[in-house]
Nanobody, 124 residues
């Protein structure tokens, strides 16, 4: 019913920038919130940033002041602008959406969906 596709990852030097994108598609009725999570080598997955349907944002302390989350509601797309990247930012970044979708029979369901992840590698 719903698919989230991430893009924009890659290899950059410390101090560089990347912009990640996550586009949601399918029979989507509404999106309540979208988030970016990441999982570094040997680490647990952690929440990086959140943006709600009202436009409110939250960031993990480790990325505050360097990363910016934004959205294009018309395209059901969320972005993560990452500046001043550090080696410790190296991780697989995952998009998550809290959304409501409509089945073919027009039944509405609210749940979380996850993207496949995109690799971000920051070299020293």
């Amino acid at each position: 019913q719903v698919q989230l596709v991430e893009s924009g990852g890659g290899l950059v030097q410390a101090g560089g920038s990347l912009r990640l994108s996550c586009a949601a598609s399918g029979r989507i009725f509404s999106i309540n919130a979208m988030e970016w999570h990441r999982q570094g080598p040997g680490k647990q997955r952690e929440l990086v940033a959140t943006i709600t349907s009202g436009g409110s944002t939250n960031y993990a302390d480790a990325v505050k002041g360097r990363f910016t989350i934004s959205r294009d509601s018309a395209k059901n797309t969320v972005y993560l602008q990452m500046n001043s990247l550090k080696p410790e930012d190296t991780a697989v970044y995952y998009c998550n959406a809290d959304l409501t979708y409509a089945s073919v029979s027009n039944k509405y369901t609210r749940r979380d969906y996850w993207g496949q992840g995109t690799q971000v590698t920051v070299s020293s």
